[in-house]
């Protein structure tokens, strides 16, 4: 059965077909998906889908590029992070390209999920887009009080999967290592212990060859799995096995 580690289900683009969406997910060997608020609203909403559908588990934060509004918001997502299929704080972290929020308030917004995370004892789920070395430098920050997590949809070269490595966050693969242009992501994967690798969709985002351009949902993680096992030369069983036992040995609260 394959895993789904990060997903917005929430988003307008499910809002006409979600329940159709989901419940094909069963039948097609998706067993579980995490899906990841980026503010407020969603982060309630991916409450509400975990309760709803038993294979649906949440996470609930602010993402970088909601940031402005972090110290109104957080307190009610605090409130959020004890439910028991909350397994996670995030989407959180930096976006420098986009850079919808100032930068200066990011890094802010950022710190005080991860000071959540030491106060609930729970992982994050971390965006960093072109803001490596700070985002690098908060979760070396929090290495000492224990913090650890996802880097989600990861892009980035061996040598900084390396420092991701050693701070004991894990690394979670998407669509895009199917790309044709994916070479650094290849060498990434193919660097990547299988006991630290996730897959995840990001749907509607980022849909994987064959349906690159599509929009994306978790039962395209076959191809993404499929991908990876290609990459590490090891059966296809192999790497649910692991991708499986990895997702629970992060995300605690998942029964
Ligand atoms: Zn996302």
Redesign the pocket.
Known sequence: MYIDA?A?YDDDRFADDQAQVLSRLLQNDISLVIN?GANLESSRQSIQLAKTYPFIYACCGIHPHEAESYIEDLPLIEEMLSHEKCVAIG?IGLDYHYENTRRDIQIEAFRAHMDLAVKHQLPVVI?NRESTQDCLEVVNDYRKDGVKGLF?CFSGSPEVAKIVLDADYHISIGGTVTFKNAKKVVETVKYVPLDRLLTET?SPYLSPEPNRGKRNNSSNIPYIVKKIAEIKNVPVEKVVKAVEQNTKELFKKIK
């Open positions: 990060h917005h990841s989407e965006h989600h990001d």
